[in-house]
């Protein structure tokens, strides 16, 4: 009896063992590529630091510092104003998208390739495209609003017209989040439609009391994303400019392109490192908040009525 | 269909039994109606945006294959059109299609009058002029192809050396990330240990982690040891792991049976044989699977590569082009020459894998 005990014991040590020897790549990699990084920018970000000289302690002053640099609340202002017209927008689209894609119409297989294919091919290459696809004199957008009798804005070049020229590019990139929505509806169980049907339930009925509630965690994790993400815009911006500078007028200086900006061009290493710390805490704030106001909206199957 | 509708009133219960069902019959043929029209209009709706969605790769296709008149004239048009000219006395002309005496006829325009006049003559035969409303005419145009862009753009820059860089960091990468991330997933999803469960909450709350916090000091790490300006940075991180795939993968092995791994282990098989020989070829769609996220990731990242890589030769395809952007800016017809071949291989991979690919989308929902 004591002997088969301590036998399990023993295999219970190895199985343990055999599990950390195969967790052990990550926990070297966290280690060396998360923690380890983590510590060392929180340090910095009490430094005057440039790489070249060790880093000096300066205290919280890189967090005095951003509190009254003018282009770090102008970086904010950027980007919660593309966040608040990418996002709303964003969502509605792809919803509306999965939801015309969930009606069983013709050739649905054809559509959703389509209307996926731009999320693939992010990056420079899409970047160089739209800067010339909203080029005001040249541009195929002015040119067509052109033909319809409307003289068009000067988008990248306008500080007025910049970020919501970067809110269609994103807009055409929908077709990852309709994905995500698609997956969410077809996990709907019919018996509910059914259900809701024998109880003489209209289409729109069913689409408030039954479509709504069950997809509602999905446009949750689909709003939590998108804010993280719009935190650390970058590519699109830098290659529709051609720089970090945010141009025009800094009208899209994104936090995370301010951050380069600061980090690579001014090699001002301790500011910038403030910067990233001062963005991991707004995401954490942000996606807190998401989570906690989530419990008046999102609808969770086999959560308890309260 | 509506709740009256549903619930019988007592003036339908009167009906006799037949006329209430010839009444079911029609509206169900209602009800499909309306169905009908719905998927119709839908359908509409679809192929409208799908318009929108595909005009932007078509334009790029087509500008590619443009000369810089053509961008610059006819930018609107899809088909790379250009206006026809025709030499008249050793200048070359604007052909138009002209109306003279009720007769059809190919006349240049060779100057222009007062009022929307112009002066036109038949090429064989100059100088005979006549004056005709030039609104009133059709330029006549032609489609011209200029498939040189593309050699043309690619002798310009080295983008052979960008494109071995992009292959070798997302290749190796791709390798380093299957190899670790199999390993880890198996360690995750298939022992019991203690504290393992915290462990895995912990790689789970990396995905939070916005990577500019560990940016700064892993670049200051790289430059101490001499990597910056290498592929390395780009490489070696991979062989240790990532959230994402990691979750991924575990998702998937979660679902292979036990039993088998069982089997196994009294055949004598020891957990790495099982990994091998049991879980790695049952995993076949989901290794596939991150696989392919992570080449559309590495092909396309700019970030990284752009702080990591400073000399020309070791740029990757993303910095090369926009630096060929930036010093060609004006030759918009080899710059989109370049883009649509960069964005080639994602859409072919995309495409040969498409089921994979949205399935991924769905689990992950993250990267890519």
Known sequence: MNRVSSRKLKLAQREAFTAYAFVALWIGGFLVFTLGPMIASLYFSFTDYNIVDPPAWIGVKNYVDLFDDPRFWQSIKVTLYFAS?????????????????????????????????????????????????????????????????????????????????????????????????????????????????????????????????????VIFYNLVLGLISTFQYFTIVYTLTGNAAGDPARSTLFYNLYLYQNAFRFLDMGYASAMAWVLFVIILALTLLVFRSSAYWVHYEGQLKR | MSVSEATPSPKQEQLPAVGRLTQE??????????????????????????????????????????????????????????????????????????????????????????????????????????????????????????????????TKAPFDTYLLNTLLVTFLGMAGMLFSCSLVAYGFSRFRAPGINILFLLLLSTIMLPRQVTLIPLYVLFSKIGWVNSLLPLIVPQFFANAYDVFLLRQFFMTIPLSMDDAARIDGANPLQVLWYIILPQARPALVAVGIFHFIYAWNDFYEPLIFLHSQEKWTLAVGLQSFNAVYTINTHEIMAVSLLMIIPPIIIFFLSQRIFTQGVVISGVKG
């Open chain 1, 85 to 217: 017209l990418a996002l709303p927008l964003g969502l509605l689209f792809s919803f509306l998208l999965a939801i015309m894609l969930n009606q069983g119409v013709l050739g649905e297989r054809v559509w959703r390739t389509i209307y996926f294919l731009p999320s693939i091919i992010t990056g420079v290459a899409v970047g160089l495209l739209w800067v010339r696809l909203f080029n005001p004199q040249l541009g195929l957008i002015n040119a067509v609003l052109r033909e319809i009798g409307i003289r068009g804005p000067g988008w990248l070049h306008d500080p007025q017209w910049a970020v919501p020229a970067l809110v269609i590019i994103s807009l055409w990139g929908v077709g990852q989040t309709m994905i995500i929505y698609l997956a969410g509806l077809q996990g709907i169980p019919t018996d509910l439609y059914d259900a809701a049907t024998v109880d003489g339930a209209s289409r729109i009925q069913r689409f408030i009391y039954v479509t709504i509630p069950m997809i509602s965690p």
């Open chain 2, 25 to 154: 019959k029609r509206r169900v043929g209602s009800v499909r109606r309306e169905n009908l029209v719905l998927k119709g209009l839908i359908s509409l709706l679809l192929a409208a945006g799908a318009v929108i969605i595909m005009t932007p790769i078509l334009w790029m296709i087509s500008a590619s294959l443009k000369d810089v008149n053509q961008i610059r004239q006819r930018s609107m048009t899809l088909l790379p059109l250009k206006y026809t000219l025709v030499e008249v006395n050793g200048e070359q002309e604007p052909l138009y299609q002209v109306t003279v005496d009720g007769e059809t006829r190919q006349m240049a325009l060779i100057r222009n009058r007062p009022e929307g006049i112009g002066i036109f003559v038949d090429p064989q035969n100059p100088q005979e002029e006549h004056l005709l409303k030039i609104d009133e005419q059709l330029q006549l145009e032609h489609v011209e192809l200029h498939p040189e862009n593309y050699a043309n753009a690619l």
